[in-house]
């Protein structure tokens, strides 16, 4: 029974944690309005970006990372792991679709990598790495969150996460990962994806 009771309060508490959107409620309160009406039309802190504000948009990935990373370390101390990763990604659920904003949020990314050290150290062993390399050598931010969220289920696995649920969770997410970016990815197959540093380009978070 408390692990029934632990499932269903991860899967509300992290979604509602994550649909918060840090993104937009920073850029109303600098007087900058709605951060929906410029760019992407994303919550995320590459929006943010394109606003000219990078301490608003660092502040935005960062907690946007946290929301996922803090419930799943609380669901995690008081439930188990596997709880708590259900609870951080619930929060990347809640940050794609939040309900306060009629289910269009971010992309996601930030806060993926804001459960893994929560829930997989060797996830995020995977992940920080890669996407850093990737977007040294192409300048590409979507192409370093894709590669980076192909490779971490198995490079997980061979880091030492063995626990079956673990990894198929993060395989889901990584597969979210792709459907969130699909535009990114229609742009990466016809070579017409910004590099960061054009007139086009930001981070992509």
Same mark, same amino acid.
């Given at each position: 029974m408390q692990a029934w009771i632990g499932y269903g309060a991860a899967l509300v508490c992290g979604y509602l944690a994550g649909s918060i959107p840090f993104g937009l409620l920073l850029t109303r309160a600098a007087g900058l309005g709605d951060i929906r009406d410029i760019g992407s039309n994303s919550i995320g802190a590459t929006n943010v970006l394109r606003t000219g504000r990078k301490d608003l948009a660092f502040a935005t990935l960062l907690l946007d990372s946290l929301k996922a990373g803090l419930v799943a370390f609380v669901f995690t101390w008081m439930f188990g792991r596997e709880i708590g990763f259900v609870a951080g990604a619930m929060a990347f659920v809640g940050h794609c679709y939040p309900v306060w904003l009629g289910f269009r949020g971010g992309k996601g990314v930030a806060t993926y990598a804001g459960l893994l050290p929560f829930v997989s150290l060797p996830g995020f062993f995977v992940a920080a790495p890669v996407w850093l390399v990737v977007f040294a050598i192409t300048r590409i931010s979507s192409l370093s969150a894709l590669t980076a969220a192909v490779l971490v289920p198995p490079g997980a696995y061979l880091l030492g996460e063995?626990?079956?649920?673990?990894?198929?969770?993060?395989?889901l997410l990584s597969a979210f990962v792709f459907w969130?970016? /699909?535009?990114? &990815?229609? /742009? &990466? &197959?016809?070579?017409?994806?910004? /590099?960061?540093?054009?007139s086009k380009a930001k981070p992509e978070a």
């Open positions: 063995h626990n079956l649920f673990i990894i198929g969770g993060l395989a969130t970016h /699909r535009t990114n &990815l229609s /742009r &990466l &197959l016809k070579g017409t994806e910004p /590099r960061f540093g054009t």
